[in-house]
C-alpha cells in the first residue's frame, strides 16, 4: 500500500484499527502476566504494556495499565535514544534502566523498550513497565536519605543483543538482589511481552497492507487531542486554586500547590509554593508528577475517548525544580507514589470550583498504602511480599463512592490465597471499615481493616508506606473527611508510616486503609440511605446521628 496521509483514514476504518492496535497491546499484557513470576504482576496489576511509532509517540497501551506508567514510557524511549544512538538498535533488541529521571520514578520499576522491524525497517517500539520483587539495597521503603540507599540503579543498557542475554547485565542484576529467581522471571516476562507486541504489529501491517505507523498514528494522535481540546473548551476560562497537606516525614510535613488555569482549549497546571525536596524517599520526579496530573484531568473531562499521546497533548505541567514534585538527582525516590497521589484530590478541588459534576472526593487510596514483608520462609527460602489493597473511592456527586478501589493507581490486591502461600503469613480478617467513608449527601468508600499474623520461626521484616496520619481524604462541597491510616502492632503500638519494623513470630499486624471523602452536604443525604448504611453495617447509629443528625427508624418503620 502507498503511503497514506493522516487524512486519508475515514473514522470508521480509524475505530478498526485503533481497536486492532490496542488489541496489540492487551496480548502483549496478557504475555507478561502470565509469564511473570512474582505476586507483583501476576496478582496486583502493577505492570503496563505500550506500542509506540517509530519516532516513539504512544499509539496504544493495555487496557488495564498503571496510569503513570503509560503517561512515562515515550519521554523514556527518547531518552533511551539519547543514550544508545538509534543506528545500534536492532532485531531482538530489549534495552532496560530503572533511573528515575529516565524511567517511572524509582528504583524498584524496570522500564523497557523493542525496537519493531518490518521490511528491515524501524517502524514502532514495544514498551513495558514492571514492578519487581526487589531491587536490592534497603529494600522498599519510605525513609531512606539517599537514593544509593533504595537500591541498584541500572543506566539504560541492552539486557538482551539480538536475542542473546548480556551476561555481565544479567549477573550483575541476579547478584545484587534478594529474590533473583523472581526477579529475572519478571524481567523475562517483559522481554517475552516485547516479543509479542512485535510479531502483533508485524502482522498488522501484513493484514492492513500498510508499510509503517506514522501516518496512522498521526490520525489517532490527531482525533486523541481533538477530543481533549473539545472537553477543555466545554469548561469557562479562567484560574482556580488550591492546597493540601501531607504528612511528609516526622516533623518536616510537606504542602502541594497548585493552580490550574484553562484558556480556551489549553489547561495548565503550575504547582509553584509547593514544599522543596525532602531528604527521604517520598520525592516525585517530574515525569511521575506530570503522569499524576494529566490523568486525572483526562478522567473528569473526557473519561470515554481512547487515549493515546495525544489526549495529553492540550495539557502542561509546571513544577518548581527542587520541589518534592520536580526534585533534582539524587533525591531518594523509591515510595513517590506518596506524593504523586495527593495531586488528583487537589487538582479536582480547583475544578470542583467550576465544574463539580465532573469530579469525585479524596480517594482513600490517594496515596496508597503499602506494606513490604520480607525474610526467610517456612522452607529456609528468602521472600519479599508486598501486600497491595486499597482504601475507599471518594465520592461524586451522583452515587457514593466504591468501597476498597483503587484510584488514582490501579494495582489491586489480588488473591490472598496467593499472598500466603509465597510467604509465612496468615490472612486473618480483611473487611469493611466501618464508618470509614466521609459522611456527605453522598457518601465515601468504606476503606477496610486487615489483620496479618506472622507464621515463620524467625522475625520478618516490615516496611511501611503510607501517608494520611495526619490529615484524612477530604470531601468536597461541604462533605466530611474519610478515616485516617493506622498500622497497630500487637502490643497497641502505632508503627510509624513511613519506617521499618521487625515482627516477631506470632505477631499480629493490624492495618487501616482509610474511606474516601464524602461529597455534598450531609444534610442532604436521603435519610432512606442512610438508614440502608446502617442495615448495612456500613455506618454505625451513633456515626448516623452524630454526622446526619439522623435517627433510625424503629421496627414498625416509624421514627
Not at 512485535?198 to 509503517?212: I, M, P, R, S, Y
Not at 470542583?352 to 513490604?372: C, H, N, Y
Not at 442512610?530 to 454526622?547: M, R, T
Amino acid at each position: 500500500m502507498t503511503e497514506q496521509k493522516k487524512n486519508d483514514f475515514d473514522p470508521v476504518t480509524l475505530e478498526i484499527l485503533w481497536s486492532r492496535l490496542i488489541s496489540i497491546a492487551d496480548e502483549s499484557a496478557a504475555a507478561l502476566l502470565r509469564t511473570a513470576f512474582s505476586t507483583l504482576v501476576r496478582e496486583s496489576n502493577d505492570f503496563c504494556t505500550v506500542l509506540m511509532d517509530a519516532e516513539c509517540n504512544c499509539l496504544a497501551e493495555n487496557t488495564g495499565g498503571i496510569p503513570s506508567f503509560v503517561g512515562m514510557l515515550p519521554s523514556s524511549v527518547r531518552d533511551f535514544i539519547d543514550r544508545i544512538p538509534i543506528e545500534e538498535w536492532r532485531p531482538g533488541d530489549c534495552i532496560i534502566t530503572n533511573d528515575p529521571w529516565i524511567g517511572s520514578g524509582h528504583l524498584p520499576d524496570i522500564t523497557m523498550a523493542s525496537p519493531i522491524f518490518y521490511k528491515d525497517k524501524l517502524v514502532a517500539f514495544s514498551g513495558s513497565i514492571a514492578h519487581l520483587p526487589d531491587i536490592g539495597g534497603s529494600g522498599w521503603g519510605s525513609d531512606s536519605r539517599e537514593l544509593v540507599e533504595e537500591g541498584l540503579r541500572i543506566m539504560p543498557v541492552k539486557f538482551i543483543r539480538e536475542n542473546v542475554e548480556d551476561p555481565f547485565v544479567g549477573e550483575t542484576i541476579r547478584s545484587n538482589v534478594r529474590v533473583p529467581d523472581q526477579v529475572i522471571g519478571d524481567i523475562y516476562a517483559q522481554v517475552a511481552a516485547q516479543r509479542v507486541c512485535a510479531k502483533g504489529v508485524q502482522q498488522f501491517l501484513e493484514d492492513t497492507g500498510l508499510d509503517e505507523l506514522t501516518s496512522l498514528s498521526e490520525a489517532l494522535r490527531s482525533r486523541a487531542e481533538h477530543a481533549m481540546r473539545t472537553a477543555i473548551e466545554a469548561v469557562p476560562d479562567g484560574s482556580w486554586h488550591a492546597s493540601v497537606d501531607a504528612d511528609g516525614f516526622d516533623d518536616e510535613e510537606t504542602h502541594i500547590e497548585c493552580e490550574l488555569t484553562i484558556k480556551g482549549s489549553d489547561l495548565h497546571l503550575d504547582f509553584a509554593g509547593t514544599s522543596p525536596q525532602i531528604a527521604r524517599g517520598i520525592n516525585s520526579v517530574l515525569k511521575y508528577t506530570y503522569s499524576y496530573a494529566t490523568y486525572p484531568i483526562k478522567c473528569a473531562l473526557d473519561p470515554d475517548s481512547p487515549r493515546n499521546e495525544g489526549s495529553f497533548l492540550p495539557v502542561t505541567v509546571s513544577a518548581p525544580v527542587g520541589s518534592i514534585l520536580n526534585p533534582t538527582s539524587p533525591a531518594p525516590t523509591a515510595a513517590r507514589h506518596l506524593t504523586g497521589h495527593f495531586l488528583p484530590g487537589v487538582i479536582y478541588r480547583c475544578l470542583a470550583q467550576i465544574v463539580p459534576e465532573k469530579v469525585s472526593a479524596d480517594s482513600g487510596s490517594s496515596p496508597t498504602l503499602r506494606t513490604v514483608y520480607g525474610g526467610v520462609d517456612l522452607h529456609g527460602n528468602r521472600f519479599n511480599q508486598v501486600l497491595f489493597a486499597c482504601g475507599g473511592l471518594g465520592a461524586n456527586h451522583r452515587m457514593d463512592g466504591y468501597a476498597c478501589t483503587a484510584f488514582p493507581s490501579n494495582t489491586g490486591v489480588g488473591s490472598i490465597e496467593a499472598l500466603e502461600s509465597a510467604s509465612p503469613l496468615r490472612v486473618w480478617k480483611k473487611e469493611l471499615a466501618k464508618d470509614s467513608g466521609g459522611a456527605g449527601e453522598f457518601r465515601g468508600g468504606l476503606g477496610q481493616d486487615i489483620e496479618i499474623e506472622v507464621l515463620s520461626k524467625s522475625p520478618v521484616n516490615l516496611s511501611t508506606l503510607a501517608d494520611r496520619g495526619k490529615y484524612p481524604p477530604m470531601g468536597i462541597l461541604g462533605a466530611k473527611n474519610g478515616s485516617l491510616s493506622k498500622v497497630e502492632l500487637s502490643d497497641g503500638s502505632h508503627a510509624h508510616l513511613k519506617s521499618r519494623d521487625v515482627l516477631k513470630p506470632g505477631e499480629l499486624l493490624k492495618l487501616h486503609f482509610p474511606g474516601g471523602g464524602g461529597f455534598g452536604k450531609p444534610e442532604a443525604r436521603d435519610p432512606a440511605s442512610i438508614q440502608k448504611d446502617i442495615d448495612n453495617g456500613y455506618v454505625s447509629i451513633e456515626a448516623a446521628k452524630a454526622e446526619y443528625g439522623y435517627v433510625a427508624l424503629n421496627e414498625s418503620g416509624s421514627k
